[in-house]
């Protein structure tokens, strides 16, 4: 009996083993980066996302756009996997590649030593990453707070570095208004087709300066009514109510939806004309002056989806658009 009870014991013992090791399976999120940077002095942590298209053996290669994210130790996760949501199925926005930028001092990196930090993004991160990775020349750089402040000081001081600009709650008031300056000072600048979206939250009023937050968004606003930007598209969204934290996750959804706005087709659409995926790809790509194309997952699962609902003359007609097959890349 006592037998019985022990190899009873052994074997629970080796199942609980099995399911906890089972239960540790790492999720991967994407890979860490170590880059030595001469402009910097010091080594940066850069976290990357890839798309789950991006190593599929049954596509064929593709180059994506790029989304570089300020505060990356704080917004890397939940940032990857709310855009990798909006891409699936029928999608809001086009798959990304994400480059998250860790800062272990941000007032450094985002304010006193800017001009730094933006030559460390152009001149040594950037051009590793294109050697690297499959990346576009269409880049989108989104920041929260303080980090918003550095999306506003890179749009001017280094507007061809991206084509959009996201800030949430940016902090314009920061260091006696200094934001707000930096955009009085560029009336009438020409920004050749650059969109800036902003989203800010609710009135903050607090005793270290953020009572002017409303203040300095409101002075953005007028000077973008009053077209003091050429050539630079403006959108500004207001949450009141979310806070200071939350603002940036319900902005973000919002923001790249709205940039992407066209590559949201119903299927109905679809089934009436498939035409239509490649007449609304063309307007995005006129919108935002530069080539964008349906995905070949998409369109591969828009076929099979027609296909299995009858409609195996549109199906026909989506597998048209499919790219032509061409060497693979190990990238």
Known sequence: ???????????????????IA?????????ERLSLVSQRLGETRSIDIYLPPSYHDPSLQ?????????????????????????????????PEFIVVGIESSERERDFVTGSKAFWGFVADELTPQLQSKYRCSDYRILVGHSLGGLAVITALCERPELFRAYIAHDPSLWWGNNAGLRLLEAQRQRDFGGRI?????????????????????????????????????????AHYPEENHGSVQVRGNIDLMRRLFAELFIDRREIEL?????????EALSRRLHYPFAPAEGYLRSTARWLEATGKRQQAEEVRALLPAPSGRSSR
């Not at 019985?4 to 080796?14: D, E, K, N, P, V």
């Not at 505060?71 to 709310?82: E, H, K, Q, S």
């Not at 004309?273 to 790809?281: G, K, L, Q």
């Open 196 to 236: 800036l979206y902003l989203s800010y939250s609710g009135q903050k009023e607090r005793d270290n300066g953020r009572q002017r937050h409303q203040q300095t968004i409101s002075a953005l606003q007028r000077m973008s009514a009053e077209g003091a930007f050429r050539q630079l598209e403006t959108y500004i």
């Open 1 to 19: 009996m006592h037998w019985i009870i022990r190899q009873l014991t052994l074997l629970l013992a080796l199942c609980i083993l099995r399911t």
């Open 61 to 93: 290669p593709q180059v994506y756009p790029v989304v570089y994210l300020l505060d990356a130790g704080a917004d890397f996760r939940y940032f990857t996997m709310l855009m990798e949501k909006l891409a699936q199925g029928i999608p809001s926005v």
């Open 22 to 30: 089972v239960a540790q399976t790492p999720i991967v999120l994407g």
């Open 273 to 281: 004309r498939p035409s239509v995926i490649t007449e609304r790809y």
